[in-house]
């Protein structure tokens, strides 16, 4: 399964061959050398000269190659042994998402309700092993249909929840014994998903919700999206909503969501803040997401107002929250009067309340926090870099460069390029590397670019095209340019882009061009569901991550969990740290080639693809 090419490499390099394969090695080192002489035949230009027709010609020219030298060594890899074997995890595994394993938190101390959090450390020290695809698990279908159905193998549903209608934004309909669909639009009665929106826009007061986004309105956080209808609503409309949810065993809101190719991370509103910078978002949503706002003398509600931007709308759906505050903490209090006091106190403006909605309007007066009386504090100090922090009680971002209002958005770009601190000639050298870049990859992600690659079980060789990708991981996103980039060239994929906690942080100007985008450290586990991308990108991450504490193999277990089978890797570092993680991916059975760009400098590309491995 693995490229033979690597099985070469192990030919050459293992340490305990026996004596009467020193003549095979030695017919080895020829070939590789021979090999590496012809080069040149699958190397080209990354830079902005390399053109499509020269790619296909190379891949022509590379197949060829690889053919002939194939059938040359076939009869000699068959035995190569691997450095390790690495075995499948159990069946337990099959959804398995570290940091949120309740009983190791219980047993490490933590109670009250954090035993939900995320706590990594927690689960760590677990033997590696590759987590395998459920039995019944399907390539999801492409997009847009597979917005609209998507395998009920491929998650984790319960019965109840199989069966249940739920609520608006948590519609789901069982067709055929294994496809689920979700309503679309036009199926949607009265209450539908296209009403709320249309509601919604009405009550902030805009005529449609086709207005949202001249309105200011670009970045949505969508808490508890229920299974991401609204989301998606947003999306046809130009808004990038991002769901947001608690990790949950079955059900779970972000694993359905990012199934259906729309973005969502894990995140709980428990006792730590949220992976995102202050003044990030347009608006915040919650349709009955299940979170009781007053629990914790409303630090959640801070929390939303931290990340909120000034001007900022925030939406409350929640019919029964009357009976869920009464029952949790037996208060008779009318249920929006806890919130509708806070509010106030947080510089919210209600403006308008409709049957269960309410919508409030964060102040755009960053006086507002000192001139009042009762009003909640302004944070003290610079405003920090958040990564699970805890939760604070003090507003953020007031003294921030950023403090300025949705609805009045400068259009200039020297004030964007000025608040975020960039150089303009940077962010634009970075747009034009990442276009011309993004032309390149694309047509790499063909199985073609390996030479023995592994048919699904039971498959023909898939139609064209080869890359059907949706769900996009920039690893190392910079100023989003590759997001940009995907984007401009009307590729159907959304990118979700990490800013790793030791680079720079750029996120609030990658969220600011209407990206959607967390703060991770890549030393730990990534807060989504297993196989919930299509493609993961990393510039340079492993240059990062080798000047830290944790190791690079780590990193690729970590990946290989979130990819789906058939996925792609391109990761571009230094030739000496991608041959080492060439050496890794082949272990962890991902075909992987390495590809030198070949302008004279030392940076290589390595393109994987994760098999469909069952046992
Ligand atoms: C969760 O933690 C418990 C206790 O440490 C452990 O026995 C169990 O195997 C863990 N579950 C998973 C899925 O790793
Ligand atoms: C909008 O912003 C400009 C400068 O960016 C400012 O002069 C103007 O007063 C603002 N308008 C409102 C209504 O806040
Ligand atoms: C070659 O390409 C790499 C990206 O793969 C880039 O970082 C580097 O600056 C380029 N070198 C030259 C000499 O153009």
Same mark, same amino acid.
């Given at each position: 399964m693995r490229s033979y090419w690597f099985n070469k490499l192990t030919l050459v390099f293992g340490s305990r061959l026996p004596l009467n394969w020193l003549l095979l090695c030695l017919v080895s080192v020829f070939v590789l050398i021979k090999l590496l002489g012809s080069s040149s035949s699958i190397a080209f230009d990354l830079g902005i000269s390399g053109s499509l027709r020269d790619q296909y010609s190379n891949y022509r020219r590379l197949k060829e190659h690889e053919a002939s030298d194939y059938l040359q060594f076939k009869s000699l890899s068959f035995n190569a042994n691997r450095l390790a074997d690495i075995g499948l995890c159990g069946k337990n595994r099959e959804f398995y998402v570290p940091c949120y394993n309740v009983s190791a938190n219980l047993l490490a101390g933590y109670k009250d309700g954090e035993e939900f959090d995320? @706590?990594?450390?927690?689960?760590?020290?677990? /033997? @590696?092993? $590759?987590?395998?695809?459920?039995?019944?698990? *399907?390539?999801?279908?492409?997009?847009?249909?597979?917005?609209?159905?998507?395998?009920?193998? &491929?998650?984790? $549903? =319960?019965?109840?929840?199989? !069966? =249940?209608?739920?609520?608006?934004?948590?519609?789901?309909?069982? $067709? +055929?014994? &294994?496809?689920?669909?979700? @309503?679309?639009d036009d199926e949607l009665l009265v209450d539908g998903v296209k009403d709320y929106s249309r509601l919604i826009a009405e009550l902030i007061g805009l005529g449609s919700d086709s207005e949202f986004s001249q309105a200011g309105l670009h970045n949505v956080l969508d808490i508890g999206c229920g299974f991401g209808s609204f989301g998606a609503h947003l999306l046809s409309l130009n808004v990038m909503a991002v769901c947001t949810a608690a990790y949950e065993l079955t059900g779970s809101q972000v694993q359905v969501a990012l199934e259906r190719g729309l973005p969502a991370v894990i995140g709980n509103f428990i006792s730590k803040q949220l992976p995102f910078p202050s003044l990030s978002y347009d608006m915040v949503h919650c349709a009955q997401c299940g979170i009781i706002w007053d629990d914790k003398g409303g630090l959640f509600l801070i929390e939303v107002d931290r990340v909120l931007k000034p001007g900022g709308y925030v939406v409350l759906t929640s019919p029964s929250s009357a009976q869920q505050l009464? =029952?949790? %903490?037996? *208060? *008779?209090?009318?249920?929006?009067?806890?919130?509708?006091?806070? =509010?106030?106190? $947080?510089?919210? %403006? !209600?403006?308008?309340? @409709? +049957?269960?909605?309410?919508?409030?309007? *964060?102040?755009?007066?960053?006086?507002?926090?000192?001139?009042?009386?009762?009003?909640?504090?302004?944070? +003290?100090?610079?405003?920090? /870099?958040?990564?699970?922090?805890?939760?604070?009680?003090?507003?953020?971002?007031?003294?921030?460069?950023?403090?300025?209002?949705? %609805? %009045?958005?400068?259009?200039? &770009?020297?004030?964007?390029? +000025?608040?975020h601190g960039v150089h303009s000639d940077d962010f634009y050298e970075d747009m034009d590397f990442w276009r011309s870049a993004v032309n390149n990859y694309w047509s790499l992600l063909s199985p073609l670019i390996f030479s023995d690659h592994p048919k699904r079980p039971g498959d023909e060789d898939p139609l064209p095209p080869h890359n059907m990708l949706r769900n996009v991981m920039d690893m190392n996103a910079h100023y989003g340019g590759f997001s940009a980039a995907l984007q401009e060239s009307g590729k159907s994929v959304w990118v979700m882009n990490v800013v790793p906690t030791n680079a720079r942080n750029t996120l609030p100007l990658i969220i600011e061009r209407g990206f959607a985008g967390v703060m991770h450290d890549w030393c730990e586990p990534f807060p989504t569901y297993t196989r919930t991308y299509d493609m993961l990108h990393g510039d340079g991450i492993l240059s990062e991550l080798s000047l830290l504490r944790c190791n690079i193999e780590d990193l690729l277990f970590e990946m290989d969990r979130i990819l789906r089978p058939e996925g792609w890797v391109i990761l571009s570092d230094k030739v000496g740290l991608i041959e080492q993680t060439r050496m890794l991916a082949s272990q962890i059975r991902w075909e992987a080639r390495v590809i030198d760009p070949e302008n004279g400098s030392d940076q290589r590309l390595l393109i994987c693809q994760k098999p469909f491995v069952r046992k």
């Open positions: 995320r @706590h990594c450390e927690a689960s760590q020290d677990q /033997q @590696h092993c $590759l987590v395998r695809p459920p039995k019944d698990y *399907k390539i999801p279908l492409s997009w847009p249909t597979g917005r609209d159905i998507i395998w009920s193998g &491929n998650v984790k $549903l =319960s019965k109840e929840q199989f !069966l =249940s209608s739920g609520s608006m934004t948590k519609r789901l309909m069982l $067709l +055929e014994e &294994n496809q689920i669909s979700f @309503h679309s009464s =029952s949790s %903490n037996g *208060k *008779k209090a009318s249920p929006s009067k806890p919130i509708e006091e806070f =509010s106030l106190k $947080l510089c919210w %403006n !209600l403006l308008a309340q @409709h +049957e269960e909605t309410s919508i409030w309007q *964060k102040t755009t007066d960053a006086n507002c926090y000192t001139s009042r009386k009762g009003v909640i504090r302004p944070c +003290e100090g610079e405003d920090v /870099q958040s990564y699970y922090r805890p939760l604070v009680d003090c507003i953020s971002g007031t003294t921030s460069k950023r403090w300025a209002p949705v %609805n %009045n958005r400068s259009s200039d &770009n020297l004030i964007f390029f +000025e608040v």
